[in-house]
């Protein structure tokens, strides 16, 4: 591609808490992996302020994991950790941190936040310690 220049302006931030910045802001959100670690109604939120401060046509790439289906007991990780396939999300001490969810779940979590998927991709498990995990999903998703 000769010829082209790139340039990116990375910012760091509550991934929740986009009010910071205007309407159409950016090009492209990059979640690396953080959407798991969003618990419950800010899930939403999240979503909802990524589609608003992406322009038109502006990519919101997704890495994310997703449960293995087969779990129907909890899995003990180590003193105070579990998973618990109920609630779909690892619990420290009774609290959920890190929540995983089935690929069609996902899906249509990004879809009914607005955005149109253009890609999707199933990744293998790497992860070999974390039983409760199947792979993932990459996913590009569009603001129309």
Known sequence: MEGLTISADFRVGNAVDLA???DDFFDFVFDGECLHCIIGSDREICLANVLRVLKRGGLFYIQGNCIDETLREPINISPG???DPRNQCLMRNGIPYYCLSKEEELL???QEAGFKIAHCEKVPKTIRHQPFQSGGLLVDAIKP
Do not use: G, L, T
């Open 20 to 22: 910071s910045y205007p």
């Open 81 to 83: 950790v579990y998973f």
């Open 108 to 110: 249509r979590e990004i």
